[in-house]
Nanobody, 117 residues
Framework: QVKLVESGGGLVQPGGSLRLSCTAS????????MGWYRQAPGKQREWVAT???????NYADSMKGRGTISRDNAKNTVYLEMNRLKPEDTAVYYC???????????WGQGTQVTVSS
């Protein structure tokens, strides 16, 4: 049974940084494409960043230049480091796993990120 558990969310001031983590179990982590998505109140879930099994990364325009997605296959963990955070980054951030760059079938429970002064 695949399980994804996110952590690292919280309250941060505008301009601050956060590093989100997602640890996977019940799957061969290294062969999966891992992604981060987010959903703000009243909005649809949107893609943030993806890292393939080979380490190739892609970012939504909203996160390009401010975020870094990385993975540690030995720890079955994917990270999203976000810098220069803005109030519009406030959302629940979800980890996703699949075998293509499109959203896969496995989701975590989400971690709340709130950017506010």
């Amino acid at each position: 049974q695949v399980k994804l558990v996110e952590s690292g969310g919280g309250l941060v001031q505008p301009g601050g940084s956060l590093r989100l983590s997602c640890t996977a179990s019940g799957m061969i982590f290294s062969i999966y494409t891992m992604g981060w998505y987010r959903q703000a109140p009243g909005k649809q879930r949107e893609w943030v960043a993806t890292i393939t099994s080979g380490g190739s990364t892609n970012y939504a325009d909203s996160m390009k230049g401010r975020g870094t997605i990385s993975r540690d296959n030995a720890k079955n963990t994917v990270y999203l480091e976000m810098n220069r955070l803005k109030p519009e980054d406030t959302a629940v951030y979800y980890c996703n796993a699949g075998r293509t760059i499109a959203a896969g079938p496995y989701w975590g429970q989400g971690t709340q990120v709130t950017v506010s002064s």
